[in-house]
T-cell receptor, first 114, second 117 residues
Framework: KAGVTQTPRYLIKTRGQQVTLSCSPI?????VSWYQQTPGQGLQFLFE???????NKGNFPGRFSGRQFSNSRSEMNVSTLELGDSALYLC?????????????FGPGTRLTVL | AQTVTQSQPEMSVQEAETVTLSCTYD???????LFWYKQPPSRQMILVIR??????QNATENRFSVNFQKAAKSFSLKISDSQLGDTAMYFC??????????????FGKGTKLTVNP
């Protein structure tokens, strides 16, 4: 079974631009969570989607948004990029939206903002 | 809010030896899950071991075991017979239990473990 895939793997943008990252969950998984990983702040939760609905949201500004499609694939969007948005963005999928369901992580998208 | 603290930013161990990574957490919840995740240099995070707070028995997965002390809010990971492939960042994580729902993972800052030949 294929794992979680994230595209693109690497991305370079300039301040003020916007970016869209994509995550394809493991087949059959319906829940997708996003995390931001930086050396300073560590791993921080962005949001979680299940059945095309956002169920949880972390403490990030409104520039960070996401959505989930009917096939469970998810995208996150960051508008008006800032230097501090440079990070590894990790996506995790799980079978369902419960605490009992193990989260499987993708390889991440490395975003660099210049 | 829950917090997870890993007090050892870096550790090293000789191949075949045993190493213990520390983790403490703070929560007022009674029902929750604790995890250790491994992130090798390739960056794909994988689950090493998971512990349900209501279970008194410490979880084990082959060479990996935990020492879960609920009253002390401590959750350490012991790696026995360390192998070169164990070299990675290790993250301790916490998740509240929510009946019929999910909660976010709250991560510690990580411990960089190097296994030396």
């Amino acid at each position: 079974k294929a794992g979680v895939t994230q595209t693109p793997r690497y991305l370079i943008k300039t301040r003020g631009q916007q970016v869209t990252l994509s995550c394809s969950p493991i087949s059959g998984h319906r829940s997708v969570s996003w995390y931001q990983q930086t050396p300073g702040q560590g791993l921080q939760f962005l949001f979680e989607y299940f059945s095309e609905t956002q169920r949880n949201k972390g403490n990030f500004p409104g520039r960070f948004s996401g959505r989930q499609f009917s096939n469970s694939r998810s995208e996150m969007n960051v508008s008006t990029l800032e230097l501090g948005d440079s990070a590894l963005y990790l996506c995790a999928s799980s079978l369902g939206p419960t605490s009992e369901d193990e989260q499987f992580f993708g390889p991440g998208t490395r975003l660099t903002v210049l | 809010a829950q917090t997870v603290t890993q007090s050892q930013p870096e550790m090293s161990v000789q191949e075949a030896e045993t190493v213990t990574l520390s983790c403490t957490y703070d929560t007022s919840e009674n029902n929750y899950y604790l995890f250790w995740y491994k992130q090798p240099p390739s960056r794909q995070m994988i689950l090493v071991i998971r512990q349900e707070a209501y279970k008194q028995q410490n979880a084990t997965e082959n060479r990996f075991s935990v020492n879960f002390q609920k009253a002390a809010k401590s959750f350490s990971l012991k790696i026995s017979d360390s192998q070169l492939g164990d070299t990675a960042m290790y993250f301790c994580a916490f998740m509240k239990h929510r009946q019929g729902g999910s909660e976010k993972l709250v991560f510690g800052k990580g411990t960089k473990l190097t296994v030396n030949p």
